[in-house]
């Protein structure tokens, strides 16, 4: 069954520097998210890609935030200048069309990235 | 002020039903509604959507009122291994976007 890899597993990273997360979502999906989970508590929604363009982003996803396709295979997020309270696992999911809002395709998660910020 | 609950845990003896209600008021009217399963260190794991009435699978059952301002998943006859955490995910409409929003989870233990 395909899967949506993500690297690393697990990212440290001094406080105030530049992150890249890395996802490569199913091959034949359309619509690219990222999550963030913070120890112990629930996934947040960051932001929803499509069509090269952002479609929906939350609150969380402030401009230290972006995120790129930069080729047919690799969706990434990138932290401009990392604080102490990006510390949290990150999610990647994938869905082949417009998934959870308005749209009848379940999204597909990796496993995560862990990002520690010291 | 869109609000999603679920309640924080629960506890089962394998072999008996399972169900775990998820309560979001004001969804938005055309979103569908899933759930997910998330075991420590992964990825959240989709188990099942539905938009109304009641949706079955080979692994759950969801049941969605009219009104969906609830959804409750099923889980038949859980085993040992369907301890995990059970999020919903839903989306509200606001400001012209549309916020996916997962409920805080519920943390099924199954007992011996």
């Known amino acids: 069954e395909p899967e949506v890899t993500q690297t690393p597993s697990h990212q440290v990273t001094q406080m105030g520097q530049e992150v890249i997360l890395r996802c490569v979502p199913i091959?034949?999906?359309?619509?690219f998210y990222w999550y963030r989970q913070i120890l112990g508590q629930k996934v947040e929604f960051l932001v929803s890609?499509?069509?090269?363009?952002?479609?929906?982003k939350s609150e969380i996803f402030d401009d230290q935030f972006s995120v790129e396709r930069p080729d047919g295979s690799n969706f990434t997020l990138k932290i401009r200048s990392t604080k102490l309270e990006d510390s949290a696992m990150y999610f990647c999911?994938?869905?082949?069309?417009?998934?959870?809002?308005?749209?009848?395709?379940?999204?597909?998660f990796g496993d995560g990235t862990r990002l520690s910020i010291l | 002020l869109a609000k999603t609950t679920q309640p924080i845990s629960m506890d089962s003896y394998e072999g008996q039903e399972v169900n775990i209600t998820c309560s979001h008021n004001?969804?938005?009217?055309?979103?569908?509604i899933t759930w997910y399963q998330q075991f420590p260190s992964q990825g959240p794991r989709f188990i099942i959507q539905g938009y109304k009435t009641k949706v079955t699978n080979e692994v759950a059952s969801l049941f969605i009122p009219a009104d969906r301002k609830s959804s409750t998943l099923s889980l038949p006859r859980v085993s040992l291994s369907d301890t995990a955490v059970y999020y919903c995910?839903?989306?509200?409409?606001?400001?012209?976007?549309?916020?996916?929003?997962f409920g805080k989870g519920t943390k099924l233990s199954v007992i011996p």
């Open positions: 995910l839903v989306a509200y409409e606001g400001a012209g976007s549309y916020q996916l929003t």
């Open positions: 999911a994938s869905s082949e069309s417009r998934g959870g809002a308005l749209g009848n395709q379940p999204q597909h």
């Open positions: 091959s034949n999906h359309l619509y």
């Open positions: 004001n969804i938005a009217t055309n979103d569908y």
């Open positions: 890609f499509y069509n090269n363009e952002i479609s929906e």
